[in-house]
């Protein structure tokens, strides 16, 4: 290992079996903390190239389970978001998708930090469950085309075990490593076809385009040297997806989108996603056409019911559906008020605050151990380019303790930017990356 150290910080290229001794050594122990540390950290600095990365990827692939999806009758189509603020789309797009017959079979994680879990969000309908079997997964997508899992434990152990080594040791923000942590995952996953949205901005892992477009491409050479089909979408993050930050509030607002209401970035996302995701499914010839049929399984009806049955399957309670006043949600409300003199408008949201303070509400994990209040959030009503004139409610906090909801009610105020002129539209869809696009 210190041979191994001492080559990649002189910028030397590893082969495949050295990479693979490095991340079987360490998943099995004898390879110590200290040693690795040094080694990720010669990596922040000197990066690595293609075929190292693809290595590094199919070594923590193969340390633990790979799942065979082949029982599946169908093209399964995947779809892994970087993680943002008020990112409900797995909610929505999963229930659209299935709702054309393309079989989405997800294996999701938990929230952490400022960004929210999809698993989190969907335990807030009564009795749900993301801890069903194999064989019940394999039957929910063949029988009703949709089921969402918890990541198995022995998904990629050597991830798991190399990230919180990352986390400790500022070696996070790395496009290599981000890359093979992200792509081991998901290749371990199953799925024939991967789409993945890839967040931008202030509110993102990657905070500026030119960094989220050099990680979407890499991963999309990993998926293709996989044999995978493949497409990235870089989206926008400087302001939260929607308007309901939490996990409860999130799960109600992509109920009313899948019932029609028009919340127009949610729906740009999910229908660009999508649009992908049926094109490699085999059930749309161009990505058009799928938008079109995307759309009209929520002016019809289909989407909703897609998402009763989704929820029926996996044991939670589909009234909830039909009537959101069901979900609990905080008992303290509180409006959040911006004052302007004349007419300003909003120019800026830092938008991992607005995270940050549903995390100090309860509603997200500071570590592994949190437990989680999924009833507490935000509910924005102003976002950028809107008018600030006076006294303006900005937004609704949903929470359990009072120090807790002033905390958060500061935090919400400091995070929105005001100035004179209206801000230029925000594009939600900022770079697409697939197979043929790639270099």
Not at 118 to 137: A, N, P, V
Not at 260 to 283: F, R
Request: hydrophobic share 40%; aromatic share 4%.
């Amino acid at each position: 290992m210190y041979r191994l150290i001492t080559k990649k910080k002189r910028g030397i290229s590893l082969t495949e079996e050295e990479i693979k001794y490095i991340v079987s050594g360490f998943t099995n122990g004898s390879i110590p903390d200290y040693q690795m540390s040094a080694f990720l950290m010669a990596v922040c600095f000197n990066g690595m190239n293609d075929e190292e990365i693809y290595h590094l990827t199919m070594a923590m692939r193969d340390s633990g389970d790979v799942i065979d999806l082949s029982e599946i009758n169908g093209i399964k189509v995947d779809k892994h978001s970087t993680g943002g603020v008020g990112d409900k789309i797995s909610l929505i797009l999963g229930p659209m998708v299935a709702a054309l017959g393309v079989p989405v079979a997800k294996m999701s994680g938990r929230g952490l930090g400022h960004t929210g879990g999809t698993i989190d969000k969907l335990e807030s309908i009564e009795g749900f469950s993301t801890k069903i079997t194999r064989d019940e997964f394999v039957n929910n997508v063949n029988n009703i085309k949709i089921a969402i899992a918890g990541q198995t434990e022995n998904l990629a152990p050597a991830d798991k075990k190399i990230y919180a080594l990352r986390d400790v040791t500022a070696t996070v923000d790395s496009i290599p490593l981000i890359a093979s942590s992200i792509m081991s995952k998901k290749l371990a996953s199953g799925a024939d076809a991967i789409v993945l949205d890839v967040k931008c901005g202030n509110g993102a892992f990657m905070k500026n385009e030119e960094d989220a477009i050099k990680l979407a491409k890499v991963m999309v050479d990993i998926g293709d040297k996989a044999g995978k089909n493949m497409t990235a979408i870089v989206t926008d993050m400087n302001q939260p997806l929607g308007f309901n930050v939490g996990n409860a509030l999130e799960v109600i607002e992509a109920i009313d989108v899948l019932k029609g209401k028009k919340v127009n970035d949610l729906l740009e996302v999910c229908l660009e996603l999508g649009a992908h995701m049926a094109v490699y499914g085999g059930v749309c010839a161009d990505i058009n056409e799928a938008k079109t049929k995307l759309s009209d399984t929520i002016t019809s009806g289909k989407a909703i019911e897609k998402f009763k049955e989704f929820v029926r399957a996996q044991g939670g309670d589909e009234t909830y559906i039909d009537d959101t006043s069901k979900f609990k949600l905080g008992n303290i409300i509180e409006e959040v008020y911006l004052e302007s003199e004349g007419v300003s408008y909003i120019d800026e949201i830092i938008t991992e605050d607005i995270g940050v303070a549903v995390l100090e509400l309860g509603g997200g994990r500071k570590d592994k151990e949190s437990i989680i209040d999924l009833s507490v959030g935000v509910v924005l009503h102003k976002k950028i380019g809107d008018i600030v004139e006076g006294k303006t409610n900005i937004a609704t906090i949903y929470g359990n303790d009072k120090d807790k909801v002033e905390k958060a009610k500061n935090i919400i105020v400091n995070a929105y930017k005001l100035k004179g002129e209206a801000s230029a539209k925000i594009d939600v869809i900022k770079k697409i990356i697939d197979i043929s696009k790639k270099k």
